[in-house]
């Protein structure tokens, strides 16, 4: 299967790309290389010859059509997004053009090309989301299900509820075989160091404060990002056309317990340092904060048999041991725009 994969130098797009060529297919990574972008996420694979990059950007419409001209792709995995909710607050637009505009670039890109090449039944447009577009939870509230309403309360969360909303309305409207996805937090390997984990890890490396808002009472349910990309393929694969899936780590768990296990791990290994646990530091709130998200993956278990193979635990060593012996990935990226500010405060 060739697949058209946007956003595949960033966090999860990488991972997708890096696991789909090991499995066999035949990738075209588009990307428009913004400032969360990172080439080094997918060097084990840059010189297979199932792998081409294509620098574009979804905003730009003749772009993306030049690049089905050219490839003629068997589905698409559409990632490419902005999706920090610090920089959503304080610049909401590029999140509209990316998020919104973008998506209906590569929707209309995508109809055109499955019409030109006669509606083939196997052909898959696979739009990546997040749980985000549901809310806030409450600490007792049940678990988001597919059914639940949308009440996204951020930029971020409001365009990606947008983009969901186009994508069905092209399923529905023109008949494009349509799949949306909407996944939990994800952490591991290649994390770009704005989000917490990658955040916290590096900060106490470096022994500056652990920044952690509010009272660190959110919470959140945490994927590891390769069976992340797992998940992804296998809905491509065996999903049902039209149909929704929430794709979860079956892990809750507030923040500040996260960045306390953090601590604790790299007292293991850099002992000269700890405790790290004093490093914390609470700091004020980001506006209108999400209080909980969690996934009921009851869908993904029952229908395509997938559940997530790496606990929290297992998953934040790796996570530790990978920033550890990658300083030289992580160390460049501190230096580009907004990483070490302190964004999204209103």
């Keep these: 299967m060739k697949i058209l994969v946007t956003g595949g130098l960033g966090f999860i797009g990488s991972a997708v790309v890096r696991l789909a060529i090991a499995r066999g297919h035949q990738i075209v990574n588009v990307d428009a290389m913004t400032y969360a972008a990172c080439a080094a996420n997918v060097a084990p694979v840059t010189n297979s010859p199932d792998y081409v990059f294509e ?24 990632l490419a997004a902005e999706s920090h909710v610090d920089r959503s607050i304080d610049g909401p637009g590029i999140f509209i053009e990316t998020n919104v505009t973008g998506t209906f670039n590569m929707l209309q890109a995508a109809r055109r090309h ?33 059914d639940t309403p949308y009440d996204p309360r ?34 591991g390997p290649y994390h770009f160091p704005e989000k917490l984990i990658p955040k916290s890890i590096i900060a106490a ?5 652990i920044e952690v808002y509010g009272a660190g009472e959110n919470v959140r349910d945490w994927l590891y990002v390769e069976d992340h990309a797992d998940a992804l393929l296998t809905v491509l694969d065996r999903g049902q056309v039209g149909r ?21 791990m790299l007292d293991a290994r850099r002992p000269d340092a700890a405790p790290h646990e004093r490093l914390i530091s609470f700091v004020t709130d980001r506006p209108g904060h999400d209080l909980r998200y969690a996934i009921n993956p009851a869908r993904m278990r029952d229908e395509l048999g997938w ?12 996570t530790v041991d990978w920033y550890l012996a ?17 964004l999204g405060t209103g």
């Design 55 to 78: 620098k574009a950007d979804i905003r730009d419409s003749a772009g993306i059509e030049t690049v089905f001209a050219r490839h003629a792709p068997d589905a698409v995995m559409h």
């Design 114 to 146: 499955w019409d030109s090449v006669g509606r083939p039944e196997g052909f898959r447009f696979h739009h990546i989301s997040t749980d985000e577009v549901y809310g806030s939870l409450g600490p007792e509230d049940p678990q988001f299900t597919e």
């Design 154 to 187: 951020s930029p971020y969360s409001a365009s990606k509820a947008a983009s969901d909303h186009l994508v069905r309305a092209w399923g529905e409207t023109y008949g494009l075989p349509i799949l949306v996805t909407n996944c939990s937090n994800n952490y």
């Design 205 to 209: 490396l470096e022994g500056r404060p």
């Design 244 to 264: 929704t899936y929430n794709i979860g780590g079956e892990n809750e768990a507030r923040n500040i317990d996260l960045v306390r296990a953090l601590c604790r």
């Design 307 to 318: 559940r997530p193979s790496v606990t929290v635990e297992e998953g934040l060593a790796r």
């Design 326 to 342: 990658n300083e030289d990935w992580w160390r460049p990226l501190l230096d580009r725009e907004g990483v070490r500010k302190r």
